[in-house]
T-cell receptor, first 111, second 115 residues
Framework: DAKTTQPNSMESNEEEPVHLPCNHS???????IHWYRQLPSQGPEYVIH???SNVNNRMASLAIAEDRKSSTLILHRATLRDAAVYYC????????????FGGGTRLMVKP | EAGVAQSPRYKIIEKRQSVAFWCNPI?????LYWYQQILGQGPKLLIQ????????DSQLPKDRFSAERLKGVDSTLKIQPAKLEDSAVYLC?????????????FGPGTRLLVL
């Protein structure tokens, strides 16, 4: 699987937007960009995914660079419950449904 | 809809002892995964089942780890004998078909401490 690079940690204030970056300079044309997050003492949960176009859902937005070598997960208004480790994962569209996790970004939200 | 269930939630054993973890996936999900998550790292896939058959067990330490999913529903993961480096959270996940880009749903995990 192609590798992703994320900052180890980020801080945000409550009710402010948060932009979580992910670099994937070796992404291939068939790789989808997935984001999962892991709240404390819980298993990971799906957040969002995309291929080329920006995506929105009730949890977040995903902005994908035009060259697809980077992407940004956007939480529009961070709450204390958004404090978690966020994982950016590339999944090959031709290689089944494997999830290969990196170290992720630990997001801390301050009240 | 009930999520993925795992038990026990916590287990403390001494090295060289045996331990088993149980997972009940979301009803109707054909694919089941076991992951190991060492403190400070992301989860690592140990084994993937499609119904009761193994799809991928390339990262399962087969000298001490075993897993089964006999009736294509529940699954157990066993470690025998345990080593100190097996201390980790063991996560079970399931997905509906195991097809490309499909969402995986995770249980809360079993936290294992080997002394």
């Amino acid at each position: 699987d192609a590798k992703t690079t994320q900052p180890n940690s980020m801080e945000s204030n409550e009710e402010e937007p948060v932009h979580l970056p992910c670099n994937h300079s070796t992404i291939s044309g068939t790789d989808y960009i997935h984001w999962y997050r892991q709240l404390p003492s819980q298993g990971p949960e799906y957040v969002i995914h995309g291929l080329t176009s920006n995506v929105n859902n009730r949890m977040a937005s995903l902005a994908i660079a035009e060259d697809r070598k980077s992407s940004t997960l956007i939480l529009h208004r961070a709450t204390l419950r958004d404090a978690a480790v966020y994982y950016c994962i590339l999944r090959d569209g031709n290689a089944g449904n494997m999830l290969t996790f990196g170290g992720g970004t630990r997001l801390m939200v301050k009240p | 809809e009930a999520g993925v269930a795992q038990s026990p939630r916590y287990k403390i054993i001494e090295k060289r002892q045996s331990v088993a973890f149980w997972c009940n996936p979301i009803s109707g999900h054909a694919t089941l995964y076991w992951y190991q998550q060492i403190l400070g790292q992301g989860p690592k896939l140990l084994i993937q089942f499609q119904n009761n058959g193994v799809v991928d067990d390339s990262q399962l330490p087969k000298d001490r780890f075993s897993a089964e999913r006999l009736k294509g529903v529940d699954s157990t993961l066993k470690i025998q004998p345990a080593k100190l480096e097996d201390s980790a959270v063991y996560l079970c996940a399931s997905s509906l078909f195991g097809s490309d880009q499909e969402t995986q749903y995770f249980g809360p995990g079993t936290r294992l401490l080997v002394l």
